[in-house]
């Protein structure tokens, strides 16, 4: 794999909140076109990744290089013209519930580009339906379910064409069904469009259906890297743990002396 085909390059990223290292010195590469997860326990540093790699803060040291450009070295005003071919896709959708799923499309469009408004409305009406909601746009946000919020919020990280789109934990909060459907689109958004995903997530079932390559977080550091029978095979301790779904010891539900306390049942 030549460094032509990774679009992101991480080095050596470490990032401290004070004196505490969430991210101990990481490296890794993700490549054009693939689907990349990032995956990990709570605590583990997975959104502390999440914010380096879409430029919403600096790491205390390491690089990120992304299309063979040292994006941690850039000026705020170079990032933000990354940014700007970076789409986001947020846990709780994020949509301005003041305007409607169209305007909320729109949006990005109209501040960073100067279209002639019939044409923002076409290519805005286009995006929703890529995500099966061309029938939704002069709905509001609040009349929208769990499912095509988040439909609505990955048509509009469409807007602007990008080349990368990044999804923070896009199945929380939905049934298995409408979080399948949700994995599905994120399948077909990768190979219509050949887009560069990257999913942070701890659903097992998502990780499952739509990655290609895993980057499995432990306390700041990566312990394990490659597709998911690669990961399955490791014998890495916290790998194995969160594969086999095994609390941990302390946690008073291993041997059901905590519910005995509580209830006298064995």
Known sequence: MSAVDNIIEVRDLVVKYGDRTVLDGISFDIRRGEIFVILGGSGCGKSTL??????LMR?????????GENFTAMTDEERIEVRKRIGMCFQGSALFNSISVADNVALPLREHTRLEESTIQIMTRIKLELVGLGKFGDYMPSELSGGMKKRAGLARAMAMDPFIIFYDEPSAGLDPIVAAGLDGLIRKMQNTFNLTSVVVTHEMESVRLIADRVCMLDRGRIVGLGDLETLRAMDHPFVRQFFERRPNEDSGTDDGSYIHELTGID
Request: aromatic content about 6%.
């Open 50 to 55: 999440l914010r380096n790699l879409v430029g």
């Open 59 to 67: 790491p205390f040291s390491g690089s990120i290089t992304i299309n």
